[in-house]
């Protein structure tokens, strides 16, 4: 635990910002709606920023016109980046929300522009274990193998 209390729940400054949660709230913040969505793209000029927290992957496009696009974290969707901006939740490497145990990341390539969503399976059940040998509560190593 120490390690993790060492770590920032904000990269802001980087090419790609990364919040674990929202920009406006690095800690706390569920972003699940369009509005909240939009709110966050027309406060930043980057093309791209990162969140997490939901544990469920996916994302939102403001295109050039404007218009607003939810996009779902299908494995292999691949999202090209080149026009307007995009918030995307490249989902949860454990404790998914959205019934599917796999590690849910995305593989992101600057050079291409791209961001595609992918799902890995592990070995859920050494994860549990070794959840209830750290002492951790009992939900968190139960909803491993149920996703939710």
């Known amino acids: 635990m120490n390690r993790l209390d060492r770590l920032s729940p904000s990269d802001p400054d980087g090419v790609v910002p990364m919040f674990h949660a929202s920009p406006r709230d690095p800690v706390w913040e569920y972003v699940t709606s ?28 403001l295109r050039p016109d404007g218009a607003m ?17 995009w918030l995307v939740n490249p989902g949860s490497v454990g404790q998914p929300r959205d019934g599917d145990a796999r590690a849910a990341w995305a593989l992101l390539d600057l050079d291409a522009m791209t961001l595609e969503f992918r799902r890995t399976p592990y070995d859920v059940a050494a994860a549990a274990n070794a959840i209830q040998q750290a002492g951790l509560p009992t939900p968190l190593a139960t909803r491993l193998s149920e996703g939710w």
């Open 34 to 61: 369009v509005s909240q969505a939009r709110d966050m793209l027309e406060e930043r000029d980057t093309p791209l920023v990162l969140i997490g927290h939901t544990h469920v992957a996916g994302g939102w496009w």
């Open 69 to 85: 696009e939810e996009v779902a974290g299908r494995p292999g969707t691949v999202l090209r980046l080149g026009e307007g901006r």
